[in-house]
Protein backbone atom coordinates (compact mmCIF):
# COMPACT_ATOMS: atom_id res chain seq x y z
CA UNK A 1 0.00 0.00 0.00
CA UNK A 2 1.14 3.17 -0.66
CA UNK A 3 1.61 5.81 2.34
CA UNK A 4 3.18 9.09 2.90
CA UNK A 5 5.42 8.69 6.87
CA UNK A 6 5.64 12.13 8.74
CA UNK A 7 8.19 13.74 10.68
CA UNK A 8 7.81 15.96 13.30
CA UNK A 9 11.28 17.15 14.39
CA UNK A 10 11.65 19.97 16.48
CA UNK A 11 8.13 19.61 18.24
CA UNK A 12 9.85 16.57 20.55
CA UNK A 13 12.27 18.38 22.24
CA UNK A 14 9.19 20.54 23.62
CA UNK A 15 8.56 17.96 26.69
CA UNK A 16 5.14 18.85 28.54
CA UNK A 17 4.09 21.52 25.72
CA UNK A 18 4.59 18.06 23.30
CA UNK A 19 0.49 17.61 23.34
CA UNK A 20 -0.37 20.78 22.92
CA UNK A 21 2.03 20.96 19.64
CA UNK A 22 0.59 17.53 18.55
CA UNK A 23 -2.56 18.06 18.31
CA UNK A 24 -1.97 21.51 17.21
CA UNK A 25 0.13 20.34 14.31
CA UNK A 26 -2.38 17.38 13.54
CA UNK A 27 -5.32 20.00 13.00
CA UNK A 28 -3.07 22.14 10.71
CA UNK A 29 -2.59 18.74 8.67
CA UNK A 30 -6.33 18.40 8.31
CA UNK A 31 -7.19 21.81 7.61
CA UNK A 32 -4.25 22.18 4.90
CA UNK A 33 -5.58 18.68 3.42
CA UNK A 34 -10.01 19.31 3.53
CA UNK A 35 -11.13 18.28 0.75
CA UNK A 36 -8.90 15.76 -0.11
CA UNK A 37 -9.60 11.87 0.57
CA UNK A 38 -6.91 9.98 2.89
CA UNK A 39 -6.72 8.70 6.59
CA UNK A 40 -4.44 10.21 9.16
CA UNK A 41 -3.08 7.25 11.20
CA UNK A 42 -0.91 7.87 14.39
CA UNK A 43 0.82 4.64 15.67
CA UNK A 44 3.20 5.03 18.34
CA UNK A 45 3.65 8.24 18.27
CA UNK A 46 4.92 8.15 14.24
CA UNK A 47 1.90 9.36 11.74
CA UNK A 48 0.67 8.02 8.53
CA UNK A 49 -1.36 8.85 6.03
CA UNK A 50 -2.62 6.43 3.70
CA UNK A 51 -6.28 5.93 1.74
CA UNK A 52 -5.70 8.22 -0.68
CA UNK A 53 -6.02 7.41 -4.61
CA UNK A 54 -3.05 7.36 -5.89
CA UNK A 55 -2.62 9.75 -8.62
CA UNK A 56 -3.57 12.10 -5.86
CA UNK A 57 -0.03 11.82 -4.26
CA UNK A 58 2.28 14.65 -5.60
CA UNK A 59 -1.02 17.27 -4.68
CA UNK A 60 -0.91 15.40 -1.07
CA UNK A 61 3.06 15.93 -0.53
CA UNK A 62 2.87 19.77 -1.88
CA UNK A 63 0.21 20.42 0.67
CA UNK A 64 1.98 18.96 3.48
CA UNK A 65 5.61 20.44 2.25
CA UNK A 66 3.71 24.20 3.55
CA UNK A 67 2.49 22.84 6.86
CA UNK A 68 4.47 24.70 9.65
CA UNK A 69 5.93 22.09 12.41
CA UNK A 70 6.68 19.33 9.83
CA UNK A 71 10.08 18.37 9.00
CA UNK A 72 10.08 15.92 6.30
CA UNK A 73 7.98 13.05 4.91
CA UNK A 74 8.28 10.17 2.88
CA UNK A 75 6.29 8.89 0.59
CA UNK A 76 6.98 5.12 1.31
CA UNK A 77 5.38 1.44 0.64
CA UNK A 78 3.69 -0.27 3.66
CA UNK A 79 3.94 -4.07 3.68
CA UNK A 80 3.70 -6.34 6.63
CA UNK A 81 6.86 -6.89 8.47
CA UNK A 82 7.46 -10.44 7.07
CA UNK A 83 10.89 -11.19 5.81
CA UNK A 84 9.54 -12.02 2.52
CA UNK A 85 7.30 -9.78 2.28
CA UNK A 86 9.83 -6.86 2.23
CA UNK A 87 12.15 -8.97 -0.14
CA UNK A 88 9.31 -9.31 -2.50
CA UNK A 89 8.91 -5.02 -2.38
CA UNK A 90 12.69 -4.59 -2.34
CA UNK A 91 12.84 -6.83 -5.53
CA UNK A 92 11.16 -4.45 -7.22
CA UNK A 93 13.37 -1.64 -6.86
CA UNK A 94 15.52 -0.11 -9.76
CA UNK A 95 18.84 1.72 -8.99
CA UNK A 96 19.21 2.80 -12.76
CA UNK A 97 22.94 2.11 -12.00
CA UNK A 98 23.61 4.33 -9.45
CA UNK A 99 25.47 3.85 -5.72
CA UNK A 100 23.22 2.63 -3.15
CA UNK A 101 23.21 1.88 0.51
CA UNK A 102 20.37 0.18 2.51
CA UNK A 103 19.38 1.17 5.64
CA UNK A 104 17.10 -1.05 7.72
CA UNK A 105 15.90 -0.02 11.30
CA UNK A 106 14.32 -2.39 13.57
CA UNK A 107 11.98 -0.77 16.36
CA UNK A 108 10.05 -4.22 16.38
CA UNK A 109 12.73 -6.46 17.96
CA UNK A 110 10.51 -9.75 17.80
CA UNK A 111 11.77 -9.28 13.84
CA UNK A 112 13.92 -12.75 13.41
CA UNK A 113 16.49 -11.20 11.37
CA UNK A 114 19.41 -8.12 12.73
CA UNK A 115 19.16 -4.64 11.06
CA UNK A 116 22.92 -5.24 9.78
CA UNK A 117 21.82 -9.23 8.72
CA UNK A 118 18.86 -7.87 6.73
CA UNK A 119 20.49 -4.68 5.41
CA UNK A 120 23.03 -7.04 3.92
CA UNK A 121 20.53 -9.43 2.40
CA UNK A 122 18.39 -6.76 0.81
CA UNK A 123 22.02 -5.20 -0.69
CA UNK A 124 22.58 -8.17 -2.71
CA UNK A 125 18.81 -8.65 -3.84
CA UNK A 126 19.04 -5.19 -5.32
CA UNK A 127 22.82 -5.93 -6.53
CA UNK A 128 21.26 -9.13 -8.19
CA UNK A 129 18.08 -7.35 -9.62
CA UNK A 130 20.57 -4.23 -10.75
CA UNK A 131 23.60 -5.35 -12.55
CA UNK A 132 25.01 -1.77 -13.12
CA UNK A 133 24.62 -0.65 -9.70
CA UNK A 134 26.74 -1.15 -7.00
CA UNK A 135 26.98 -0.60 -2.95
CA UNK A 136 29.17 2.73 -1.81
CA UNK A 137 28.56 2.56 2.14
CA UNK A 138 29.66 6.63 2.29
CA UNK A 139 28.40 8.25 -0.22
CA UNK A 140 25.39 6.69 -1.62
CA UNK A 141 23.52 8.00 -4.27
CA UNK A 142 19.95 6.27 -3.56
CA UNK A 143 19.38 5.55 0.01
CA UNK A 144 16.96 2.59 0.59
CA UNK A 145 15.42 2.86 3.60
CA UNK A 146 13.37 -0.26 5.56
CA UNK A 147 11.28 0.85 8.63
CA UNK A 148 10.16 -1.88 10.97
CA UNK A 149 7.67 -0.83 12.73
CA UNK A 150 6.11 -1.84 16.64
CA UNK A 151 2.55 -1.86 14.16
CA UNK A 152 4.06 -4.75 12.70
CA UNK A 153 4.49 -3.12 9.53
CA UNK A 154 7.55 -2.21 7.04
CA UNK A 155 8.16 1.14 5.49
CA UNK A 156 9.90 1.11 2.23
CA UNK A 157 11.49 4.44 0.65
CA UNK A 158 13.95 6.12 -1.05
CA UNK A 159 12.83 9.69 -0.39
CA UNK A 160 13.10 12.15 1.98
CA UNK A 161 11.87 14.92 1.30
CA UNK A 162 12.39 18.48 3.05
CA UNK A 163 9.33 20.07 4.39
CA UNK A 164 8.81 24.12 6.04
CA UNK A 165 10.34 22.82 9.63
CA UNK A 166 9.13 25.37 12.29
CA UNK A 167 6.40 25.13 14.73
CA UNK A 168 2.86 24.99 14.09
CA UNK A 169 1.02 27.03 13.36
CA UNK A 170 -0.94 29.16 16.85
CA UNK A 171 1.61 27.40 18.50
CA UNK A 172 2.74 31.19 19.38
CA UNK A 173 -0.20 32.81 19.09
CA UNK A 174 -1.47 35.42 16.71
CA UNK A 175 0.48 38.57 15.60
CA UNK A 176 -0.65 41.57 13.35
CA UNK A 177 1.72 41.78 10.01
CA UNK A 178 2.27 45.32 8.81
CA UNK A 179 1.54 44.25 5.68
CA UNK A 180 2.73 46.61 2.35
CA UNK A 181 2.67 46.29 -0.82
CA UNK A 182 6.42 45.64 -0.76
CA UNK A 183 8.56 42.08 -1.21
CA UNK A 184 9.77 42.28 2.61
CA UNK A 185 6.50 42.45 4.35
CA UNK A 186 5.20 39.24 3.12
CA UNK A 187 8.24 37.54 4.11
CA UNK A 188 8.40 38.77 7.22
CA UNK A 189 5.12 36.95 7.66
CA UNK A 190 5.61 33.69 6.16
CA UNK A 191 8.96 33.72 8.31
CA UNK A 192 6.82 34.53 12.00
CA UNK A 193 4.15 32.00 10.64
CA UNK A 194 6.91 29.42 10.44
CA UNK A 195 7.38 30.34 14.04
CA UNK A 196 3.97 29.30 14.90
CA UNK A 197 2.51 32.66 15.25
CA UNK A 198 -0.84 33.21 13.60
CA UNK A 199 -1.57 36.31 11.59
CA UNK A 200 -4.20 38.87 10.71
CA UNK A 201 -2.70 41.87 8.82
CA UNK A 202 -2.72 45.74 8.74
CA UNK A 203 -2.68 47.68 5.48
CA UNK A 204 -2.45 51.37 5.14
CA UNK A 205 -3.70 52.77 1.71
CA UNK A 206 -3.64 56.47 0.59
CA UNK A 207 -6.87 56.68 -1.57
CA UNK A 208 -6.90 58.57 -4.01
CA UNK A 209 -3.07 59.55 -4.07
CA UNK A 210 -3.05 54.97 -4.30
CA UNK A 211 -4.75 53.39 -6.65
CA UNK A 212 -7.39 50.47 -6.21
CA UNK A 213 -4.97 48.17 -8.02
CA UNK A 214 -2.66 49.17 -5.19
CA UNK A 215 -5.73 47.67 -2.74
CA UNK A 216 -6.14 44.81 -4.70
CA UNK A 217 -2.60 43.99 -4.82
CA UNK A 218 -2.29 43.71 -1.18
CA UNK A 219 -5.14 41.48 -1.06
CA UNK A 220 -3.68 39.14 -3.70
CA UNK A 221 -0.70 38.99 -1.45
CA UNK A 222 -2.45 38.12 1.62
CA UNK A 223 -3.91 35.32 -0.44
CA UNK A 224 -1.19 34.21 -1.51
CA UNK A 225 -0.10 34.07 1.75
CA UNK A 226 -2.97 32.41 3.08
CA UNK A 227 -1.12 28.87 1.44
CA UNK A 228 0.89 29.12 4.43
CA UNK A 229 -0.62 30.88 7.11
CA UNK A 230 -4.32 29.52 6.63
CA UNK A 231 -7.21 32.57 6.76
CA UNK A 232 -5.71 35.83 7.16
CA UNK A 233 -8.10 38.63 8.45
CA UNK A 234 -6.91 42.09 6.12
CA UNK A 235 -7.77 45.38 8.61
CA UNK A 236 -7.68 48.03 5.60
CA UNK A 237 -7.22 51.46 6.81
CA UNK A 238 -7.01 55.02 4.99
CA UNK A 239 -3.85 56.65 5.90
CA UNK A 240 -4.97 59.97 3.42
CA UNK A 241 -5.84 62.26 6.05
CA UNK A 242 -3.16 61.79 8.44
CA UNK A 243 -0.82 61.84 5.50
CA UNK A 244 -2.16 65.49 4.45
CA UNK A 245 -1.96 66.77 7.92
CA UNK A 246 1.88 65.53 8.40
CA UNK A 247 2.38 66.93 4.66
CA UNK A 248 0.80 70.34 5.53
CA UNK A 249 2.22 70.62 9.28
CA UNK A 250 5.45 69.19 9.45
CA UNK A 251 8.85 69.18 8.06
CA UNK A 252 9.26 67.56 5.06
CA UNK A 253 12.55 65.40 6.48
CA UNK A 254 10.11 64.19 8.98
CA UNK A 255 7.17 63.03 7.05
CA UNK A 256 8.06 59.34 7.24
CA UNK A 257 9.07 59.37 10.76
CA UNK A 258 5.80 60.77 11.96
CA UNK A 259 4.20 58.71 9.30
CA UNK A 260 5.56 55.32 10.55
CA UNK A 261 4.74 56.68 14.20
CA UNK A 262 1.44 57.13 13.86
CA UNK A 263 1.08 53.78 11.59
CA UNK A 264 2.60 51.80 14.64
CA UNK A 265 0.08 53.67 17.41
CA UNK A 266 -2.71 52.58 15.12
CA UNK A 267 -1.28 49.06 14.74
CA UNK A 268 -0.78 48.74 18.89
CA UNK A 269 -4.98 49.86 18.76
CA UNK A 270 -5.69 47.15 16.08
CA UNK A 271 -3.82 44.52 18.13
CA UNK A 272 -5.65 45.46 21.59
CA UNK A 273 -9.22 45.63 20.15
CA UNK A 274 -8.83 41.76 18.09
CA UNK A 275 -6.63 40.48 21.38
CA UNK A 276 -3.44 40.47 19.19
CA UNK A 277 0.26 39.82 20.94
CA UNK A 278 2.56 40.83 18.66
CA UNK A 279 3.37 43.32 15.62
CA UNK A 280 5.34 42.06 12.48
CA UNK A 281 6.95 44.47 9.80
CA UNK A 282 9.47 43.72 6.76
CA UNK A 283 11.81 46.06 8.03
CA UNK A 284 15.63 45.34 7.47
CA UNK A 285 18.45 47.75 8.86
CA UNK A 286 19.81 49.81 6.77
CA UNK A 287 17.63 48.99 3.84
CA UNK A 288 16.48 52.82 3.80
CA UNK A 289 16.48 55.92 5.68
CA UNK A 290 13.34 54.86 7.68
CA UNK A 291 15.00 51.61 8.81
CA UNK A 292 17.89 52.89 10.29
CA UNK A 293 18.54 51.64 14.07
CA UNK A 294 17.71 55.36 15.18
CA UNK A 295 14.63 55.50 12.89
CA UNK A 296 13.45 52.42 14.57
CA UNK A 297 14.16 53.69 18.22
CA UNK A 298 11.96 55.96 16.79
CA UNK A 299 9.06 54.50 15.39
CA UNK A 300 9.12 51.38 18.24
CA UNK A 301 8.91 54.29 20.87
CA UNK A 302 5.12 54.57 20.50
CA UNK A 303 4.45 51.30 20.88
CA UNK A 304 3.95 50.96 24.96
CA UNK A 305 2.61 47.35 25.47
CA UNK A 306 3.59 44.77 22.57
CA UNK A 307 6.79 43.77 20.84
CA UNK A 308 7.53 44.28 17.32
CA UNK A 309 8.91 41.81 15.56
CA UNK A 310 11.42 42.28 12.58
CA UNK A 311 12.31 38.73 11.44
CA UNK A 312 14.13 40.39 7.91
CA UNK A 313 16.26 42.99 10.29
CA UNK A 314 19.49 40.68 9.58
CA UNK A 315 18.85 39.79 5.88
CA UNK A 316 20.42 41.18 2.60
CA UNK A 317 17.60 42.12 0.07
CA UNK A 318 18.62 39.02 -1.87
CA UNK A 319 18.41 36.72 0.53
CA UNK A 320 14.46 38.02 1.02
CA UNK A 321 13.81 37.91 -2.59
CA UNK A 322 14.67 34.20 -2.55
CA UNK A 323 12.31 33.35 0.00
CA UNK A 324 9.87 35.55 -1.69
CA UNK A 325 9.99 33.56 -4.47
CA UNK A 326 9.84 30.55 -3.17
CA UNK A 327 6.73 31.11 -1.64
CA UNK A 328 5.23 32.73 -4.17
CA UNK A 329 5.04 36.53 -3.15
CA UNK A 330 7.42 37.73 -5.74
CA UNK A 331 5.95 38.09 -9.08
CA UNK A 332 2.91 40.33 -7.44
CA UNK A 333 5.18 42.30 -5.01
CA UNK A 334 7.05 43.67 -7.80
CA UNK A 335 3.46 44.85 -9.49
CA UNK A 336 4.47 48.80 -9.89
CA UNK A 337 1.54 49.80 -7.75
CA UNK A 338 2.77 52.77 -5.66
CA UNK A 339 2.50 52.27 -2.07
CA UNK A 340 0.85 55.01 0.39
CA UNK A 341 4.79 55.70 1.72
CA UNK A 342 5.89 56.61 -1.45
CA UNK A 343 2.81 59.42 -1.45
CA UNK A 344 4.41 62.62 -0.66
CA UNK A 345 8.19 61.25 -0.05
CA UNK A 346 10.60 63.90 0.59
CA UNK A 347 13.72 64.11 -1.12
CA UNK A 348 15.64 63.62 1.94
CA UNK A 349 14.41 62.21 4.43
CA UNK A 350 16.08 62.39 8.11
CA UNK A 351 18.63 58.99 8.24
CA UNK A 352 18.86 59.45 12.03
CA UNK A 353 15.83 61.11 13.69
CA UNK A 354 15.88 61.21 18.02
CA UNK A 355 13.13 60.81 19.79
CA UNK A 356 12.74 64.44 20.64
CA UNK A 357 12.75 65.66 17.66
CA UNK A 358 9.67 63.71 16.24
CA UNK A 359 7.66 64.67 19.32
CA UNK A 360 8.45 68.04 18.68
CA UNK A 361 7.06 68.11 15.08
CA UNK A 362 4.15 66.17 16.53
CA UNK A 363 3.06 69.41 18.68
CA UNK A 364 1.51 70.41 14.94
CA UNK A 365 -0.34 68.03 14.25
CA UNK A 366 -3.67 66.16 16.86
CA UNK A 367 -2.33 62.60 16.86
CA UNK A 368 -5.00 61.02 19.24
CA UNK A 369 -7.54 62.54 16.54
CA UNK A 370 -5.70 61.21 13.83
CA UNK A 371 -5.66 57.88 15.07
CA UNK A 372 -8.80 58.11 15.94
CA UNK A 373 -10.07 58.69 12.76
CA UNK A 374 -8.41 55.91 11.37
CA UNK A 375 -9.85 53.57 13.63
CA UNK A 376 -12.89 54.64 12.68
CA UNK A 377 -12.60 53.77 8.78
CA UNK A 378 -11.20 50.32 9.44
CA UNK A 379 -12.50 48.07 6.62
CA UNK A 380 -11.95 44.22 6.88
CA UNK A 381 -12.05 41.68 4.28
CA UNK A 382 -11.33 37.70 5.75
CA UNK A 383 -9.21 36.06 3.10
CA UNK A 384 -9.93 32.29 3.11
CA UNK A 385 -7.19 29.64 2.04
CA UNK A 386 -8.25 28.62 -1.66
P1 LIG B 1 8.07 46.20 2.01
O1 LIG B 1 8.80 45.56 0.90
O2 LIG B 1 7.50 45.24 2.99
O3 LIG B 1 7.06 47.23 1.51
P2 LIG B 1 9.99 48.21 2.22
O4 LIG B 1 11.36 47.75 2.06
O5 LIG B 1 9.29 48.84 1.09
O6 LIG B 1 9.14 47.01 2.80
P3 LIG B 1 9.07 50.34 3.91
O7 LIG B 1 8.18 50.83 2.86
O8 LIG B 1 9.96 51.28 4.65
O9 LIG B 1 10.03 49.18 3.46
O10 LIG B 1 8.19 49.60 4.99
C1 LIG B 1 8.76 48.94 6.08
C2 LIG B 1 7.69 48.08 6.71
O11 LIG B 1 6.60 48.88 7.18
C3 LIG B 1 7.06 47.13 5.73
O12 LIG B 1 7.80 45.95 5.61
C4 LIG B 1 5.71 46.90 6.34
O13 LIG B 1 5.78 45.94 7.37
C5 LIG B 1 5.38 48.27 6.92
N1 LIG B 1 4.60 49.06 5.94
C6 LIG B 1 5.06 49.93 5.02
N2 LIG B 1 4.07 50.45 4.30
C7 LIG B 1 2.93 49.91 4.76
C8 LIG B 1 1.55 50.03 4.42
N3 LIG B 1 1.13 50.82 3.45
N4 LIG B 1 0.65 49.31 5.12
C9 LIG B 1 1.05 48.49 6.12
N5 LIG B 1 2.33 48.32 6.47
C10 LIG B 1 3.26 49.02 5.82
MG1 LIG C 1 7.25 49.35 1.11
Same mark, same amino acid.
Given at each position: ?11 ? +? ?15 ? *? ?17 ? !? ?10 ? @?????? @? ?21 ? @? ?43 ? @? ?14 MNHKAYIFDNIIK ?72 ? $? ?10 ? *? ?85 ? +? ?8 ? +?????? !????? *? ?19 ? *?????? $????
Amino acid at each position: MNVILLRFGELY +LKGHNRNYFESTLIKNI *KSMLEGEEYKLESTFGRYV !ISNYSQDKQNKI @VEKLKK @VFGLYSLSPAIEVNAEVDTIKNE @VAKIECKGKTFKVFVKRADKSFPISSMDFAKDLGELILNNNKNSS @VDLYKPQCEIHVDIRMNHKAYIFDNIIKCQGGLPLGCSGKGLLLLSGGIDSPVAGYLMAKRGLELEALHFHSYPYTSEQAKDKVIKLANLLTDYVGDIKLH $IISFTRVQEEIH *KRCKPEFMITIMRRIMMRVAECICEKYNLGAIVTGESLGQVASQTMQSMTVTGNVIKEKPIFRPCIAMDKEEIIEISRSINTYDTSI +LPYEDCCTVF +LPKNPI !IKPTI *KQAENEEQYIDVDALVEECLE *KEEIIN $IMRE
